[in-house]
């Protein structure tokens, strides 16, 4: 008999497993924070040590702006130091309207050419 009731109190149950990944993902979302506070200070240390003014090539600028895209204004105007938030979202105004201009399938205007040899 108290081998069906162990049997039986081994089994998990949805509260226990929703406690255990709850635990667990805590651990791993205080350690994000960790992680972010280390490299935000970091970034202000580093940023200190640069020329007061630097520019971005257009692939720095075009990758802040598909990553600063994602967290929004509010939270880039806490973060970002190297560029203004309103710079970085530009540049990526700028990217999505270059990829949607349609440059790339536009033809000079009239009648195709012909080959010389027809």
Known sequence: M???LLRWSLKPNITSVARLLAFVTGLVNHELLLKNEYLLAENRILKAHLQPRF?????ERIRLGEIGKRPGRKLLQQVAHVA???TILGGYRKLVAEKLDGSKQRRSPG???TAWEI
């Open 2 to 4: 108290s081998h069906g």
């Open 111 to 113: 009648r195709p050419r």
């Open 84 to 86: 203004n938030p309103d």
């Open 55 to 59: 520019r971005l090539s257009r692939p």
